[in-house]
T-cell receptor, first 113, second 112 residues
Framework: DQQVKQNSPSLSVQEGRISILNCDYT??????FLWYKKYPAEGPTFLIS?????DKNEDGRFTVFLNKSAKHLSLHIVPSQPGDSAVYFC????????????FGEGTQLTVNP | NAGVMQNPRHLVRRRGQEARLRCSPV?????VYWYRQLPEEGLKFMVY????????ESGMPKERFSAEFPKEGPSILRIQQVVRGDSAAYFC??????????FGSGTRLTVV
């Protein structure tokens, strides 16, 4: 029962272009969504989040879009940099379950110089 | 270092042995979470603890696995009689409120 899905295991983009990572969810009770970045042999690092009362949140080069009707969110990185190469995880939570996070499978982003 | 400290970073156990994974949360954080990442998969929630209490253990296997977060000292995830399927990366995270996780670097358990 995969409640959060990232259908693209990998994505390759050129430096300076936009990276778009996608995430779909099935649980309509999710009301908070997060993106994490993970380098090999390290723990996930928080990037950006969005509450279900919003449809967009921006932080520097990172923007997260939420489409509640489609149960879809995306992370845009622009411009992409080689240092952005990592695995990106989408995660979701519902307030009634405390802060337990449900993660997607991850997308490996490679930014080529 | 104000981050979440996990040790050991790597742990090798033979089938049937016990594995003990330790997690020291960020100073001042009273919420601890354990997640497991199997190869080629995302992180899966295991257990959520506050000081001396298990709040949610719905993601933890009923047998062989236990977790504690004592009043003093680190949180411990204990796996008894390990099997090859327990080989994974185990991540601990801490927070001081409902959101705002900080993850540790994980313990990579290999069962041989």
């Amino acid at each position: 029962d995969q409640q959060v899905k990232q259908n693209s295991p990998s994505l390759s983009v050129q430096e300076g272009r936009i990276s778009i990572l996608n995430c779909d969810y099935t649980n309509s009770m999710f009301d908070y969504f997060l993106w994490y970045k993970k380098y090999p042999a390290e723990g996930p690092t928080f990037l950006i989040s969005i509450s279900s009362i919003k449809d967009k949140n921006e932080d520097g080069r990172f923007t997260v879009f939420l489409n509640k009707s489609a149960k879809h969110l995306s992370l845009h990185i622009v411009p992409s940099q080689p240092g952005d190469s990592a695995v990106y995880f989408c995660a979701a939570s519902e307030r009634t379950s405390g802060s337990r996070l449900t993660f997607g499978e991850g997308t490996q982003l490679t930014v080529n110089p | 270092n104000a981050g979440v400290m996990q040790n050991p970073r790597h742990l090798v156990r033979r089938r049937g042995q016990e594995a003990r994974l330790r997690c020291s949360p960020v100073k001042g954080h009273s919420h601890v979470y354990w997640y497991r990442q199997l190869p080629e998969e995302g992180l899966k929630f295991m257990v959520y603890l506050q000081k001396e209490n298990i709040i949610d253990e719905s993601g933890m296997p009923k047998e062989r696995f236990s977790a504690e977060f004592p009043k003093e000292g680190p949180s411990i995830l204990r796996i008894q009689q390990v099997v090859r399927g327990d080989s994974a990366a185990y991540f601990c995270a801490s927070s001081s409120a409902n959101y705002g996780y900080t993850f540790g670097s994980g313990t990579r358990l290999t069962v041989v």
